[in-house]
């Protein structure tokens, strides 16, 4: 079982930057991939980033990609989402994602993660 915290969202000005911070509990981060998702007000979940268990490898939502950047610490078992030049459109609560243990590639498919977190608000005002 890997239990997902997320924390850093909150309201913020077009144009600002804001880091996401995911906190994983257990012994076998380092062995997973790990992703963020947002679900914007009236639509469906989407993916926004992903990464590879040991950090080497990362994927982006076109939507995203250039603004927003996503790394791990091993060490500490936390996932980061940094989060530049925001929108109003990435207003939404982002959620971090785990695969189960051992399934160490990134993936940009909901259906791969076996580990949600709560999620997180962010607000971007324009």
């Known amino acids: 079982q890997v239990l997902l915290v997320e924390s850093g969202g909150g309201l913020m000005q077009a144009g600002g930057p804001l880091r996401l911070s995911c906190a994983a509990s257990?012994?076998?981060?380092?062995?997973?991939?790990m992703g963020w998702f947002r679900q914007a007000p009236g639509k469906d979940r989407e993916f926004v980033a992903t990464?590879?268990?040991?950090?080497?490898?990362?994927d982006y939502a076109d939507s995203v990609k250039g603004r927003f950047t996503v790394s791990r610490d091993n060490a500490k078992n936390l996932l980061y989402l940094q989060m530049n030049s925001l929108k109003a459109e990435d207003t939404g609560i982002y959620y971090c994602?785990?695969?189960?243990?051992?399934?160490?590639?990134?993936?940009?498919?909901?259906?791969?993660?076996?580990?949600w977190g709560q999620g997180t608000q962010v607000t971007v005002s324009s």
């Open positions: 990464i590879n268990y040991r950090g080497s490898t990362t």
């Open positions: 257990g012994r076998t981060f380092s062995t997973y991939g």
């Open positions: 994602a785990a695969r189960s243990a051992y399934f160490s590639s990134e993936s940009k498919f909901e259906k791969d993660y076996a580990y």
